[in-house]
């Protein structure tokens, strides 16, 4: 029996990989349509996505979710600092967290249908290759955001990585909350080791989804922002890791 349903996981992973997609088209279309509407509106139905695929994911492919520290989300809308593992975070932080939005290449937004989804959620899009552009560019967008009560959900390495490793913390999230003094929210998680990069799921389980006490901003650098929820991340990400060899933390 535990053959059998290992050798089921690949037609159930590309089930999932399916409904994402198939799902993907409808909710962007109509999202299209509701672009008019006020953010809480059309936030409510793109949310939708989230929670159809979260279903399936835990009911096809036995891959569920473990919140902790939800007692860690300050009241008002603030900065999240996450790691990017995997597509399945970017669905759980939009279950987890007050209405927010991304910080995102430009790129995506250029994709049919999935792209056009985004929109309704007012990302930040970036251009990459911009330079200081790309950073003033966020600094005001970011505080824009923040301001009408839209938590920014930021991905400080600027990529994805690959589980069992971590990338250079890039500045711009750094700078975005010294700017605008907001909180910033760090978030550590394990759904890069159970859907990677791919179709195809490695196993079955539980995702921890950590939430980490708030950073203050105020009178702090950059550097000193970046650092401590560095600190913070990549020390969570040693304890919740299924990956024996994840690197320690260099704090």
Known sequence: MFKAKNLLQPFYSLAFVSTMF??????????????????????????????????????????DYRVEGRENIPEGSHLIFCK?????????????????TFVLKKELLW???F??????????????????????HIIK?????????IWVVIYPEGTRSKPGTRLPYKKGGGILAAKSEKL????????????????FSRQTGTIVFSVGPAIETKGKSPDEIMREAKCWIESKMKEISTIPTYPDSDC
Not at 87 to 99: G, K, N, W
Not at 141 to 149: A, D, L, P, S, T
Not at 184 to 199: L, Q, R
Request: glycine content about 6%; overall charge positive.
């Open 22 to 63: 198939i799902s993907s088209v409808y909710i962007s279309i109509i999202a299209t349509i509701f672009l008019p509407f006020s953010f809480p509106i059309r936030y409510k139905f793109i949310n939708f996505y989230s929670v159809l695929n979260l279903w399936v994911l835990k009911h096809l492919c036995k891959i």
């Open 84 to 100: 990017h593992q995997s597509a399945l975070e970017t669905m759980i932080v939009q279950r987890v967290f007050p209405p927010l």
């Open 111 to 113: 994709l049919p249908f």
């Open 115 to 136: 792209g056009w989804g985004l929109r309704a959620i007012d990302p930040i899009a970036i251009d990459r290759k911009a330079g200081r552009k790309a950073i003033v």
């Open 141 to 149: 967008q970011g505080i824009e955001r923040m301001n009408k009560g």
């Open 184 to 199: 910033v929210v760090p978030v550590a998680h394990t759904a890069g080791e159970y859907w990677p990069k791919g179709f």
